[in-house]
């Protein structure tokens, strides 16, 4: 199973830049996909941008440009670089990780969510 720890929420100014980490810890075979995901109030659950272990990315239309998604293999650990920062971006941010069981089982963890608040 795999367990993700979150840092580098907080509150940023518009125009503003933050950087999230995400460790995954645990005993597992393999992870597939890394990514992040985030939900305001009232809002559904979207996927921000996500990197495969081969490193290929992809990212929602409102973020390309201003984030920057990373992933170090040999640390387990997903980075999300985020720049020019706007109060629409303002939500909660999960980590996702996807990863193979040593069963060979494909499986999904989540982690605990880190707040990001865009505000003047």
């Known amino acids: 199973q795999v367990q993700l720890v979150e840092s580098g929420g907080g509150l940023v100014q518009p125009g503003g830049s933050l950087r999230l980490s995400c460790a995954a810890s645990?005993?597992?075979?393999?992870?597939?996909?890394m990514g992040w995901y985030r939900q305001a109030p009232g809002k559904q659950r979207e996927l921000v941008a996500r990197?495969?272990?081969?490193?290929?990315?992809n990212y929602a239309d409102s973020v390309k440009g201003r984030f920057t998604i990373s992933r170090d293999n040999a640390k387990n650990t997903v980075y999300l670089q985020m720049s020019s920062l706007k109060p629409e971006d303002t939500a909660v941010y999960y980590c996702?990780?996807?990863?193979?069981?040593?069963?060979?089982?494909?499986?999904?963890?989540w982690g605990q969510g880190t707040q990001v608040t865009v505000s003047s």
């Open positions: 996702n990780a996807q990863y193979y069981s040593w069963s060979r089982l494909l499986r999904d963890s």
């Open positions: 645990g005993s597992f075979f393999s992870i597939e996909l």
């Open positions: 990197v495969t272990s081969g490193g290929s990315t």
